[in-house]
């Protein structure tokens, strides 16, 4: 049972589950409660480190797991979906040319957006008739992942300007 009068140094597995429990029952999504499952375990990290609560208790809840896919009642968040054409399109003409630019870059080569926005010159291998570009940093290089992203004629057209005007040499050079 769920009470507001436990004591931090008190709160367990049990309790713990019976929390996310609350949160199923109301609707959320797996997701959305294994990251205030997370937010709570922070809670007592914190807790921990001010010599609130024994570092037992902490430990205590590290043994409960994450919620996983397909395996509990919580109900899973809907995919994500791509913005629709059309609302791009219509955003277009009141948007900068420099982020018009930036939005067409990524529709047509599947760059992010940190990625458009820390394209430098030097990262862009311009030989041949399609060029190649290696971001600096990615989101999946922890990981030990390289990205390379290839950029097309309608690419090349967009960017090119963007690029010519810029020097080449990492000393002497800024962003996009």
């Known amino acids: 049972k769920l009470s507001r009068s436990t004591l931090a140094a008190e709160f367990g597995p049990r309790q713990f589950k019976a929390v996310r429990e609350s949160l199923v029952a109301e609707g959320l999504t ?31 809840l590290k043994t409960v797991p994450g ?11 809907s995919p994500v979906k791509p913005v629709a054409e059309a609302d791009i399109n219509a955003v277009l003409p009141h948007v900068s040319r420099q982020v018009r630019d930036m939005i067409r870059l990524q529709l047509l080569s599947g ?6 926005l820390s394209l430098r010159p030097r990262d862009v291998n311009r030989d041949g008739d399609g060029w190649e570009y290696v971001p600096a940093s990615h989101k999946t290089e922890h990981h030990g992942h390289e990205r390379r ?12 300007p963007w690029l010519d005007n810029r020097p080449r040499d990492p000393s002497r050079e800024s962003r996009c």
């Open 30 to 60: 797996r997701t959305t409660i294994n990251h205030y499952a997370a937010c709570v375990r922070r809670m007592f990290r914190w807790a921990v480190a001010e010599e609130f609560v024994p570092v037992t208790v902490l430990m205590a």
């Open 67 to 77: 919620l996983q896919r397909g395996r509990s009642a919580a109900r899973e968040s």
């Open 111 to 116: 760059c992010r957006p940190d990625e458009i």
């Open 149 to 160: 992203i290839y950029f097309g004629p309608r690419v090349q057209a967009i960017l090119g």
